[in-house]
């Protein structure tokens, strides 16, 4: 895949991309069934494909993407590629674009294009380099530039939209927490929000942490209340036309979750045809 990281660099573009896309695509059944019945809900769960799956997950920030991307690859067998997680990992490090991202993500803006590409397409390299395939995309594309380059590249099978209410989006990203030393994601926020105007009321349980995390919490710099505000107006501005995109293209499966994860788990693989899939993949193994 030193393919798709020259690709991802925009300013390389026709031949670079001519390279990307032979890296990754090899169209599958789910490609032309989606756009064919994108009315319908797709069936993902027929084993055929001639790659593996690639999908992204978008939705606001705080809603819940990492999770249940999380949860997908490890069904799926697919690497969970969190361009955030990309960029923590830089800003962590003591390499030279550290302090330039931490200004930016702690104001809640976005990193530039060349950046993310730049990211991805090392981390895409070094997968490739372990023989993954496929994957699910969180947090990337972010804006129509995004989107756009990546849809010269590769083709994208489905693009799950995660949605929920604002004020849940903002409680959810104020209790969340990682484990400092496994990286595991937890939420100390027991959300119970009212019916309102049309809404349903929505709860949702604390995803508390093992004993052996509990006091290596940390909370994330970008996950104070004024900068979550700015990261959903930002959220608004440049990543919801992403969702009209991949409309457009008739691949967007929007998702209203209807709680936290024992609710809305079992609902999303059901949406996405796959509650047997394991059942089935055991089968035929
Ligand atoms: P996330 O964990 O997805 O909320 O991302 C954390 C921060 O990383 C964001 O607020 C952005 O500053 C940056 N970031 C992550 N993905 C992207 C992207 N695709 N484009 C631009 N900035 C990004």
Known sequence: MAALTRLLKPSSSA??????????????????????????????????????????????????????????????????????????????????????????VNQGKLVSDEIIFDLLSKRLEAGESKGESGFILDGFPRTIRQAEILDEVTEIDLVVNLKLREDVLVEKCLGRRICSQCGKGFNVASINAKAENGRPGMSMAPLLPPPHCASKLITRADDTEQVVQERLRVYNEKSQPVEDFYKNQGKLMEFDLPGGIPESWPKLLEALNLDDYEVKRSAVA
């Open 15 to 104: 031949s670079t991309s001519l390279l990307f896309r032979r890296s990754l695509s090899t169209t599958t059944a789910a490609v032309s069934e989606i756009q064919s019945q994108h009315h319908q809900s797709p069936n993902f769960s027929d084993p055929k494909p001639s790659r593996n799956f690639q999908w992204v997950f978008l939705g606001c920030p705080g809603v819940g993407k990492g999770t249940y991307a999380s949860r997908l690859s490890n069904l799926l067998g697919v690497p969970h590629i969190a361009t955030g997680d990309l960029v923590r990992e830089e800003l962590s490090s003591s390499g030279p674009l550290s302090r330039q991202l931490a200004d930016i």
